[in-house]
């Protein structure tokens, strides 16, 4: 009965705060005129020390810890992000008013737009994925890295196929932010946008990057190029050398809000967590108080918390406290998902050491069989790869490993019949190299993805120049080799991508134990205080079957079941079971 009067009573608040708010909202429209503008020029550090710029920010009301940005400032930092950072040198854009002032929009060569109306405090894209997406003519869902061709113009590593590819643009996205309690001001003919809002939602998707204010300085970094506690890069060095201090009352009640807004269109797994609302999610298991506190690691520890106790997909995780956070800590734990990979990982680990040393060769020949262990993707500028290889050494980028695998298998008097891959302890990693592999089996790879913020999705072709010959035909894929895959729990992300593929088009045999799961892309994001964390992002991998996308988070079924460990790495044994099946 109490339990039941307290939520009556806590929804009667809340209606009254919503009722005050559009009331406050209103007020401040009609004095918007009365605002403190104070403009201001710091430098911008992108990535580290040596890369830095001046860029201009506003601070409003005399409040020194939020800044602004006006729609001039946004067109100028996006140019210098798509134009030089990316080197998108056929990036244009362009930027109109409309209502005397109030309305801006931002054109970009492509066609798409991004509107922002400061009268009714929104902001609205035409199409977001092309919009943030480079001016090449590849797919605005593309995940690869490269361009597919070197400086001289000769094709490099990927081809990107037209015949099998398609794509569905999604739906009009208009972001109603008096929705979240927060208003765009309009003074003396100008309109003002929070950085953080930029770095949210443009920024981050597209670069990985986010926005850091620390009164001192701007940074466009991620939590990486911070480095860890005890071992900061020096760009960390001078982020956390600021004074730690209390977040100003306009910081902690916007930062609340720009984190809901951002969790609301940006996490990937919402639906599946049965999450409607952010912020009601925080108010129901109370820490939206926290979240909102003058005490930058009180907000801290119930965002870790949130995150890695509540969210738990083994994606999103706390990466690293604000400046603000005076102790300079964090008081979170894990998640039960989180601990049990852990302990599971260790258990898998300590097995694999005892029959295949530690850390297990990355190409191993028994008999007919070849084994190829990945433990995480990962891969070099695409350029590197078409380097001589050190013939005595076995490569540990994986891109290398494979074209090193390649000229291993085919060889003269080549005995291999067999080629597994053991993605047993594979955590995840690069798309360019997951794909690569994929490509190496398959020959046309088939990569889908669809966005769960925009209702977009494509199905992308690649092929993969794995003989590094810069031509793409069947001189490039594993024909004539059976494929197995050795999987487990552990295999997650991309480790469960390629699993998903290779069972989908039925091109290999997996052998082992259902695997992880983890179907969204990660996305770097920050707080509007300075902290860093990251998310399952709205990129969600699956694979396309009967004109359908079919989601992969659950993990996929292996083909044949292993019972124990031991099985996975007792490799003269299951070399005889994989030629049995044969």
């Excluded at 028994?366 to 076995?394: C, H, K, M, Q, S």
């Excluded at 889908?448 to 069947?474: H, P, Q």
Aim: hydrophobic content about 40%; aromatic content about 14%.
């Amino acid at each position: 009965m109490m339990k039941t009067m307290r939520k009556a009573v806590s929804w009667l608040l809340v209606l009254m705060m919503i009722i005050s708010t559009s009331v406050s909202f209103a007020e401040s429209k009609n004095a918007a005129d009365q605002i403190n503008v104070e403009r201001k020029t710091v430098t911008a550090y992108f990535g580290s020390m040596e890369a830095d710029s001046e860029l201009s920010i506003c601070l409003l009301d005399h409040v020194d810890d939020l800044p602004w940005i006006t729609a001039e400032d946004l067109r100028e930092l996006l140019v210098l992000f798509y134009g030089v950072y990316n080197n998108d040198q056929n990036y244009e854009l362009e930027i109109t008013t409309e209502e005397n002032g109030t309305v801006v929009k931002l054109g970009r060569e492509n066609g798409s737009f991004m509107e922002i109306d400061f009268d009714k405090d929104e902001i609205a894209f035409s199409d977001y994925d092309l919009f943030l997406h480079d001016s090449s003519e590849s797919s605005q869902m593309d995940m690869l890295s490269g361009s597919g061709f070197s400086e001289k113009g000769e094709p490099e590593l990927f081809s990107r196929l037209r015949f099998g590819s398609f794509e569905r643009a999604g739906a009009v996205i208009v972001l109603s932010l008096s929705d979240y309690s927060i208003s765009l001001p309009f003074v003396d003919g100008t309109g003002y946008i929070p950085l953080q809002m930029i770095s949210d939602f443009i920024l981050s998707p597209q670069f990985g990057i986010c926005a850091y204010y620390n009164k001192k300085a701007l940074f466009f970094a991620n939590s990486d190029s911070f480095g860890e506690e005890g071992e900061r890069t020096p760009l960390g060095e001078y982020y956390y050398s600021a004074q730690p201090c209390e977040r100003s009352s306009a910081l902690a009640e916007y930062g609340y809000h720009e984190l809901c807004l951002a969790m609301d269109c940006l996490y990937g797994l919402k639906e599946i967590h049965d999450i409607d609302s952010f912020d009601r999610i925080l108010w129901e298991i109370g820490y939206d108080e926290d979240l909102k506190s003058p005490d930058a690691q009180t907000a801290d520890d119930a965002l870790a918390d949130f995150i890695n106790v509540y969210l738990d997909d083994l994606h999103s995780g706390f990466m690293d406290f604000s400046w603000m956070n005076a102790k300079k800590e964090i008081n979170s734990y894990s998640g039960p998902a989180n601990s049990w990979y852990d302990m599971t990982l260790e258990e898998y680990t300590a097995v694999r050491k005892k029959y295949l040393g530690d850390p297990p060769a990355n190409y191993m020949e028994v008999g007919n069989t070849a084994y190829i262990t990945f433990d995480e993707f990962d891969n070099d500028d695409w350029n590197v790869y078409y380097e001589a290889l050190d013939p005595g050494e076995i490569p540990e980028d994986t891109i290398d490993l494979i074209i090193y695998a390649h000229r291993q298998i085919y060889r003269d008097n080549s005995p291999i019949e067999n080629v597994v891959f053991d993605l047993s302890c594979n955590g995840g990693g690069s798309v360019d190299a997951a794909l690569f592999i994929i490509s190496w089996v398959l020959g046309d790879t088939s990569f889908c993805i669809k966005n769960t913020f925009t209702g977009a999705m494509s199905n992308l072709m690649y092929r993969a120049d794995v003989n590094l010959d810069r031509e793409f035909n069947w001189g490039d894929a594993l024909t004539d080799k059976t494929i197995f895959c050795l999987v487990s729990p552990l295999s997650f992300s991309c480790g469960n991508l390629l699993p998903a593929v290779f069972k989908n088009f039925q091109k290999a045999t997996l052998i082992g134990r259902t695997t992880g799961g983890g179907s969204c892309t990660i996305m770097s994001l920050s707080t509007a205080w300075g902290s860093s964390f990251q998310i399952s992002g709205f990129n969600r991998m699956s694979f396309f079957k009967n004109g359908s996308f079919y989601d992969i988070d659950q993990g996929i079924d292996p083909d044949i079941y292993l019972t124990h460990i031991s099985s996975f790495y007792d490799r003269e044994k299951l070399t005889e079971i994989i030629n049995w099946l044969n």
